[in-house]
């Protein structure tokens, strides 16, 4: 049975860093793509990134422009983890962060099924 558990939310002030971390178990992701997805109140679940595996040790990091330069995505193979570190946070980086891994190797594809974690909050003071 595959599990994603989500950690290192918290309450951080605007500027201020954190870093998520994803346990998958129940599968080896190293040829899966993973990604965070997070939800605001009141608003739709949205991408924050994604890391897709292009093929022998290649991966593909793509993200939302609202994080580029702030927010890196990160993989760990050997532990079946992964990490998202968010930097430079502010206010409307405020939301639920959901770990994502698809259920198909490759590249990641919004219209395919994945596996979900039950979310962590992150929450920016101003």
């Known amino acids: 049975q595959v599990q994603l558990v989500e950690s290192g939310g918290g309450l951080v002030q605007a500027g201020g860093s954190l870093r998520l971390s994803c346990a998958a178990s129940g599968r080896t992701f190293s040829t899966f793509a993973m990604g965070w997805f997070r939800q605001a109140p009141g608003k739709e679940r949205e991408v924050v990134t994604t890391i897709s595996w292009l093929g022998v040790n290649t991966y593909y990091a793509d993200y939302a422009d609202s994080v580029k330069g702030r927010f890196t995505i990160s993989r760990d193979n050997a532990k079946n983890m992964l990490y998202l570190q968010m930097n430079s946070l502010r206010p409307e980086d405020t939301a639920v962060y959901y770990c994502?891994?698809?259920?198909?190797?490759?590249?990641?594809?919004?219209?395919?099924?994945?596996?979900w974690g039950q979310g962590t909050q992150v929450t920016v003071s101003s």
């Open positions: 994502a891994a698809a259920q198909k190797e490759g590249r990641w594809d919004p219209l395919a099924e994945a596996y």
